[in-house]
């Protein structure tokens, strides 16, 4: 079979399913709860939790949970809304943890 | 044993109403007379187009061993194969393809893409004197070939339209620049990690003498600077395809060059060209309005009724960068990518759409297209599943 080389994805350490791509990673300099956290632009293959305010380390913030929609393990979260005006760029884009994602085929 | 001799009387009747049916008009009396007979029928008289057609439904290594099987065959596989992968070869493709290539004279596609690197320059020689027809050739990863090989095959194959040389880090801008003095009609060009290769001397050959290219990448050839990219922004109109990934030297100039010759431009990398500044996003943007102005005076209105109007009716030349890759170059500002999101309607930032990938620029993180902005306002209050 031609081995051929195709986007860099991360996927859920549980099941394996693919939530995001390597290109729509935005920054990886953010704490999650437990490990260091991805800001990515976009997720896939993942259902949003509901809303709640949180008191993060930058500030107060409407959050989401994402759960991975096979499994339906908790790896990390959707800023919804941010209060202070330096946090807004956050607004849309999701967090996963790094201990809760691996590297697929890279 | 005696199961094999039924197994074989079944398949001979078979073959026998095949003959019958689909060469019988061709056949003699005397042929049809020993048929009848019940004497073996003659497997290498299957008509030519039957037999390719059959090929064509098998994988490359049943093709390569039918062409083994009687003279009949091998020169009916030899005069009709048009296309040959043999990727999937894993120890001796040198060899095999010295074999091949004399037999195979009428190859238009042929794909020797290596897992590892087994192909040299004697085997690209015999391609070369033997596949004058050849026009879409991968050689990608094959690290032992030189120059030979490039100098053989522009002799050899002028007919050539796609060549993939990628990760044949050995080949030399001299090499490169005699091929394309010969296989002028190249429109699919890949020379990523060719870095001695794709130098500015090149690329001003590829500019001078490849008028029809349409995609080019030239991912990690750190070589070229703004010299190469401007002079094959002017020599290649029609350019679509763009990959400039790892091109550190390159700076605002080449984009805006690319700007103004190439207007059919659809895709374009620019991952980790961090001189890239917002002058360079202007004058795509620039650009694009001066296209249209030029291409439908008439209808041309200001801001946002104009892109409305041009998703209706644009063909599929004229949408405009689809494509853009700006990861880690950092000295972008929202303004200017904002601008460019306006200008080019096929770009997105929805998801599940999104083409423009902004992959390490915090800054950019607020740059929407149109329609990303229309469905936030819709479905602000419904859970949903994220694309």
């Known amino acids: ?106 | 044993m005696s199961k094999d001799r039924l197994r074989n009387e079944d398949l001979n009747s078979c073959f026998e109403k095949l003959m019958m049916a689909v060469g019988g008009s061709r056949r003699t009396d005397e042929e049809r007379v020993e048929m009848e007979g019940g004497a073996t029928p003659a497997w290498e008289d299957i008509p030519m187009e039957l037999l390719l057609k059959v090929m064509s439904l098998v994988d490359d290594r049943t093709v390569i061993l039918a062409s083994g099987v009687c003279t009949g065959w091998r020169d009916a596989i030899g005069l009709g194969l048009t296309h040959l992968s043999l990727v999937w070869m894993k120890k001796n493709m040198n060899n095999l393809v010295i074999s091949l290539a004399p037999k195979f004279t009428k190859l238009q596609t042929l794909n020797l893409r290596q897992d590892k690197p087994q192909l040299e320059d004697d085997a690209v020689e015999v391609i070369a004197r033997y596949c004058h027809d050849l026009q879409d050739l991968d050689l990608s990863k094959s690290f032992k070939l030189t120059d030979g090989s490039l100098r053989a095959l522009a002799r050899g194959c002028p007919n050539l339209i796609k060549l993939n040389i990628s990760g044949c880090s050995a080949f030399s801008d001299g090499a490169l620049e005699y091929l394309t003095n010969f296989c002028g009609k190249l429109k699919i060009l890949n020379l990523c990690g060719c870095v001695q290769a794709a130098s500015d001397k090149a690329l001003q050959a590829i500019g001078r003498n490849c008028r029809w290219l349409q995609s080019l990448n030239l991912g990690w050839c750190d070589n070229i600077s703004d010299d190469g990219v401007v002079r094959l922004a002017f020599g290649c109109p029609h350019l679509r395809v763009l990959d400039l990934c790892g091109c550190v030297r390159i700076t605002d100039d080449s984009v805006i060059a690319l700007a103004n010759g190439c207007p059919y431009l659809t895709s374009l990398g620019l991952y980790y060209c961090q001189n890239i500044t917002d002058r360079a996003m202007y004058s795509l943007a620039h650009s694009r309005i001066k296209h249209r102005a030029l291409s439908a005076p008439s209808t041309w209105q200001p801001s946002s009724v104009s892109l409305s109007a041009s998703r209706k009716k644009g063909g599929d030349d004229d949408e405009g960068l689809r494509s853009l890759n700006i990861s880690q170059c950092t000295a972008l500002t929202p303004p200017a990518v904002q601008a460019l999101c306006d200008s080019f309607p096929a770009l997105h930032t929805c998801p599940g759409r999104h083409s423009l990938i902004i992959s390490g620029c915090l800054s950019l993180t607020s740059v929407h297209c149109a329609c990303a902005f229309q469905a936030g306002r819709l479905s602000s209050r419904r859970p949903h599943l994220a694309h």
């Not at chain 1, 080389?5 to 990886?28: E, Q, T, W």
């Not at chain 1, 709640?52 to 990390?76: F, K, P, W």
């Not at chain 1, 919804?80 to 330096?86: D, I, K, P, S, V």
Request: overall charge positive; glycine content about 6%.
């Open chain 1, 1 to 106: 079979m031609a081995e051929l080389v195709g986007p860099r994805l991360y996927s859920c350490c549980h099941c394996r399913n693919h939530v995001a791509l390597h290109d729509d990673v935005i920054s990886k300099s953010f704490q999650g709860r437990n490990s260091r956290a991805f800001l990515l632009s976009h997720a896939m293959n993942v259902m949003i939790g509901p809303k709640e305010n949180r008191q993060l380390m930058t500030g107060l913030h409407t959050i989401a949970d994402i759960y991975c929609s096979d499994c339906n393990h908790v790896l990390g979260w959707k800023y919804e809304r941010a209060y202070e005006e330096t946090q807004k760029y956050k607004e849309g884009k999701f967090i996963l943890e790094t201990s809760k994602i691996v590297k697929e085929n890279w």
